[in-house]
Structure formats: structure tokens, C-alpha cells
């Protein structure tokens, strides 16, 4: 992928934002949560960083997708895996569909504060009963004159507590599972709408998570997002930004290698410092290595991206082997640094702890090596 100049002003725009703005708070972020989204994405509306790629008429400053994903990445430089993900929720998962498919009507009311800063939006796909499935999922949204009126249940849903209103995908007939369901917008104040106490996670602590609750919740149709019955396939398509947005965990592999690096340097056993040993320094460069090949397989899929290809099986693989590669460095990296590596505010176990959603948030690694061999041809035939 080519880097213009524009390219390297927003890596160091968002950069310098995330070291003077962000980072000085993660610490207290993690032990208090969660972090404050509508004052934190308010600052970064105002430096143009909410709708890089979305179009100008709705606020945003029109850059191809290539621009986003400089963002995207940059945004690994923050010490905390919650906020990232709090912050990518609205640039790379809820905003999307609305973005390409969403009404003139329903961008201005919704998509435009937004991107301004002044509203939070979060995603609402998974359920108790089907996260990775999203075929599977109950909550259903029923026609009544022109309204749907909502009954159901999210879980895992992130800025859950702090949304001013959820991109929600719902059954909207009783067709065939990929061809009844429809995505749509729904606010978060309406009667009828509840959420859980914030679910105590292993990782991602700086984040609000919770259960949302929709009990004869009524929007008008107005609000769905696309025509009715493609929610199923809107949100395949909005999935492919939120995979790729992932490569903000790359900055974070590349940080903890550094550290490990340094650590080990100052760091003597038996007469040596431990970065001597070749079954440390080897595996440093091994694991920089698959790094280095992963960035480079991200920047290919951009690029297809940004070219109007298909990238549904490049997106899945960066995202497979980035939720595999990061525990995989992570969990080695931890090892070098030996007891101190056990400690709760160590950056490698926060890392540890964290990045173990990779693997499993916006379709596990399951999910993604079952569309990778679908589009190989490999799947097996269901047996009828």
C-alpha cells in the first residue's frame, strides 16, 4: 500500500492524540470505568477523526477506506485494549451500513451527531444464544401500521451503557434465516429499553459492557437501515470493516515485542542479560517476523477493499491470524518477563488479558476458517 502524505499526517495526528489525550488516563480508566466516550470521541470529532472515510454531506471528510485504516491502526498506541475497541465501535461497526446504506432521513438524524461527537452509538448483533451464529439470533421486530415494535435481547454489547442509539439486527418475517432479518437504528432512551449491570470481563476492562433488553420497544420503519429482509447481508458487509479494523492490534504485538526487547536487555540471569539467550532472541525475531507478514496482508486486503473487490476471505484471514498471532505473542512475551510479567498492571499481562477477544468478538476464529474454506471450496456438504 502507497502512503501518501496525507496518509502519514493522520498516523501522527491520531498518534499525538493518543499519547497526550488518551493514554495519560488508561491507568484510571482500568480501574474505574469506563472511559468517558461522549467526552473523549467529542475532542476527536473536533480533529476530524470520527468519519475519515464517511461522506462530507454527513460530516465526515470523504477519504477512501486506505485513510481510516492508517487510523485504524494508529489506534493500537493506546494502552488500553477497551478503549480502542470503544472508540473502533463507532468508527468501524456501527456506523458503517448506516454510512452506505442508510436513508438521506436517517444519516442526518442519526449519522451526522455522530460524527460530530455529540452521540455515542454502539452495535447490536449478538445474542446469548447466538454470537458468532448470527443466523440464529431471536430478537424480532414486528410491523405494527409503520412501526416495528422490538422484542429481545443483545448481550456483549459494548458502550452498551453509554449509547445514544444501537445499530440492531432483528427478524423482521418468518422467512429463511439469511433472508429475514432487517438492520436497523434504534434509539437508546426509548421505553421499553434496559440494560444489565456492566459485565465483569477477564480483559477489556476500561469498557462498558453489558446485556440490553428490548421489551415492545417501538421505532418507526423508517429507522431500518437498507431494504427489508437484507439485514443479514448488510451486516456480512459492515463485518468486513470491523474485521480489518483489527489491525490496531498490531501496534500493540510491535510495542510488547519492543518492551520484551528492552526488559531483557536490563534483565540478568546466571551472568547474562536474558535477551542473550538464542531461545529468546530467536523468537523475538520469529515472532516479528509473522508481524511483519500479517501488516503486509492487511495492507493487500486495503487495497482490494478500496478497489471495490470482494475481501470477505482476505478480511477473515487477517482477522484469524491477528486473534492467533497476539495471544501467540502475548503468552511469550509474558514468559520473558518472568514473575513481573504476573502482575496485574504489567503491560504484557494487561495485553494478555485483553487481546484474548480477538479471537473470539466479531466471529471467533471458528467462524472465520469456515468462511475461509467456504471460499476455497473445501466445506464440507451438509448432510440433509
Given at each position: 500500500m502507497k502512503?501518501?502524505?496525507?496518509?502519514e499526517q493522520?498516523?501522527?495526528?491520531?498518534t499525538?492524540?493518543?499519547?497526550?489525550?488518551?493514554?495519560p488516563h488508561?491507568d484510571?480508566?482500568?480501574k474505574?470505568?469506563?472511559?468517558?466516550?461522549?467526552?473523549?470521541?467529542?475532542k476527536?470529532?473536533?480533529?476530524?477523526?470520527?468519519?475519515?472515510d464517511?461522506?462530507?454531506?454527513?460530516?465526515?471528510?470523504?477519504r477512501?477506506?486506505?485513510?481510516?485504516?492508517?487510523?485504524n491502526?494508529?489506534?493500537g498506541?493506546?494502552?488500553?485494549?477497551?478503549?480502542?475497541m470503544?472508540?473502533?465501535?463507532?468508527?468501524?461497526?456501527?456506523?458503517?451500513?448506516?454510512a452506505?446504506f442508510?436513508?438521506?432521513?436517517?444519516?442526518?438524524?442519526?449519522?451526522?451527531?455522530?460524527?460530530?461527537?455529540?452521540?455515542v452509538?454502539?452495535?447490536?448483533?449478538?445474542?446469548?444464544?447466538?454470537?458468532?451464529d448470527?443466523?440464529?439470533l431471536?430478537?424480532?421486530?414486528?410491523?405494527?401500521?409503520?412501526?416495528?415494535?422490538?422484542?429481545?435481547?443483545?448481550?456483549?454489547?459494548?458502550?452498551?451503557?453509554?449509547?445514544?442509539?444501537?445499530c440492531?439486527?432483528?427478524?423482521?418475517?418468518?422467512?429463511?434465516?439469511h433472508?429475514?432479518k432487517?438492520?436497523?437504528?434504534?434509539?437508546?432512551?426509548l421505553?421499553?429499553?434496559?440494560?444489565?449491570?456492566?459485565?465483569?470481563?477477564?480483559g477489556?476492562?476500561?469498557?462498558?459492557?453489558?446485556?440490553?433488553?428490548f421489551?415492545d420497544?417501538?421505532i418507526p420503519q423508517?429507522?431500518r437501515?437498507?431494504?427489508?429482509?437484507?439485514?443479514?447481508?448488510?451486516?456480512?458487509?459492515q463485518?468486513?470493516?470491523e474485521?480489518?479494523?483489527?489491525?490496531?492490534?498490531?501496534?500493540?504485538?510491535?510495542?510488547?515485542i519492543q518492551?520484551?526487547?528492552e526488559?531483557?536487555?536490563?534483565?540478568?540471569?546466571?551472568g547474562?542479560?536474558?535477551?542473550?539467550?538464542q531461545v529468546?532472541?530467536f523468537?523475538l525475531?520469529?515472532?516479528?517476523?509473522?508481524?511483519?507478514?500479517?501488516?503486509?496482508l492487511?495492507?493487500?486486503?486495503?487495497?482490494?477493499?478500496?478497489?471495490?473487490?470482494?475481501?470477505?476471505?482476505?478480511?477473515s484471514?487477517c482477522?484469524?491470524?491477528?486473534?492467533?498471532?497476539?495471544?501467540?505473542?502475548?503468552?511469550?512475551?509474558l514468559?520473558?518477563?518472568?514473575?513481573?510479567?504476573?502482575?496485574?498492571d504489567?503491560?504484557?499481562?494487561?495485553m494478555?488479558?485483553?487481546?484474548?477477544?480477538?479471537s473470539?468478538?466479531?466471529?471467533?476464529?471458528?467462524i472465520m476458517l469456515?468462511?475461509?474454506?467456504?471460499?476455497?471450496?473445501?466445506?464440507?456438504?451438509?448432510?440433509?
Open positions: 502512503f501518501t502524505t496525507e496518509h493522520i498516523k501522527r495526528t491520531v499525538s492524540f493518543v499519547e497526550n489525550e488518551i493514554n488508561c484510571a480508566w482500568e474505574t470505568p469506563p472511559v468517558p466516550l461522549h467526552e473523549l470521541l467529542k476527536m470529532a473536533d480533529l476530524g477523526l470520527l468519519g475519515i464517511k461522506p462530507e454531506r454527513y460530516g465526515g471528510t470523504g477512501e477506506f486506505s485513510y481510516q485504516m492508517v487510523a491502526e494508529a489506534l498506541n493506546i494502552n488500553s485494549g477497551g478503549v480502542a470503544a472508540v473502533n465501535v463507532v468508527t468501524s461497526m456501527a456506523t458503517p451500513a448506516l452506505k442508510g436513508s438521506e432521513e436517517l444519516c442526518r438524524e442519526f449519522l451526522v451527531p455522530t460524527l460530530a461527537g455529540d452521540q452509538c454502539s452495535i447490536a448483533v449478538s445474542e446469548v444464544g447466538g454470537g458468532s448470527v443466523a440464529a431471536k430478537t424480532t421486530a414486528k410491523k405494527d401500521g409503520d412501526d416495528y415494535v422490538i422484542n429481545g435481547s443483545k448481550m456483549w454489547i459494548t458502550n452498551g451503557t453509554q449509547a445514544d442509539w444501537f440492531l439486527l432483528a427478524n423482521t418475517s418468518e422467512g429463511k434465516p433472508a429475514n432487517s438492520l436497523m437504528v434504534v434509539p437508546a432512551k421505553p421499553g429499553i434496559s440494560h444489565s449491570e456492566k459485565l465483569d470481563k477477564l477489556m476492562r476500561s469498557s462498558d459492557t453489558v446485556q440490553l433488553f421489551d420497544v417501538r423508517r429507522y437501515i437498507g431494504e427489508e429482509g437484507q439485514g443479514f447481508m448488510i451486516q456480512m458487509l463485518f468486513q470493516e474485521r480489518l479494523s483489527c489491525i490496531s492490534s498490531l501496534v500493540g504485538i510491535e510495542k510488547a518492551q520484551t526487547i526488559y531483557t536487555r536490563e534483565r540478568h540471569t546466571f547474562q542479560p536474558i535477551l542473550d539467550n529468546v532472541h523468537r525475531a520469529e515472532l516479528n517476523t509473522e508481524l511483519q507478514a500479517l501488516r503486509a492487511y495492507y493487500q486486503a486495503t487495497e482490494s477493499y478500496v478497489a471495490g473487490t470482494d475481501v470477505t476471505m482476505l478480511a484471514m482477522k484469524l491470524k491477528t486473534g492467533r498471532l497476539v495471544r501467540e505473542v502475548a503468552d511469550s512475551c514468559q520473558y518477563w518472568g514473575g513481573q510479567g504476573f502482575m496485574w504489567n503491560p504484557i499481562s494487561r494478555y488479558r485483553d487481546t484474548r477477544l480477538v473470539i468478538g466479531g466471529g471467533a476464529d471458528e469456515g468462511i475461509i474454506c467456504k471460499l476455497m471450496g473445501i466445506l464440507p456438504r451438509r448432510k440433509k
